[in-house]
Nanobody
């Protein structure tokens, strides 16, 4: 049973950086694909980035060139390095996981979220 806990959110000025972390408990398999999502007030949740078991990464157009998703040395740690932050990046950010063989639009596990505010 996988549980995800995000951390690293906060308030920064435009142009600043933040590094989000996601700690997974019960993450004993290498068969999980991981992703980051975000949701701004009054907006639908949107996909931000994903990383596969082979290390392949994908990004939503608005964050390409600014955000970097990565796995830590430990298999149960996920990061999102966010640089050149913009006001439109303000949102609650969620870590998510799914078995890699299920469709990418069906993530099974979700964290509680960490708030990112860019002013």
């Amino acid at each position: 049973h996988v549980q995800l806990v995000e951390s690293g959110g906060g308030s920064v000025q435009a142009g600043g950086s933040l590094r989000l972390s996601c700690a997974a408990s019960g993450y004993t398999s290498s068969s999980y694909c991981m992703g980051w999502f975000r949701q701004a007030p009054g907006k639908e949740r949107e996909w931000v980035s994903s990383i596969s078991t082979d290390g392949s990464t994908t990004y939503a157009d608005p964050v390409k060139g600014r955000f970097t998703i990565s796995r830590g040395n430990a298999k149960n740690t996920l990061y999102l390095q966010m640089n050149s932050l913009k006001a439109e990046d303000t949102a609650m950010y969620y870590c998510a996981a799914r078995r890699c063989w299920i469709p990418p639009n069906k993530y099974t596990y979700w964290g509680q979220g960490t708030q990112v505010t860019v002013s």
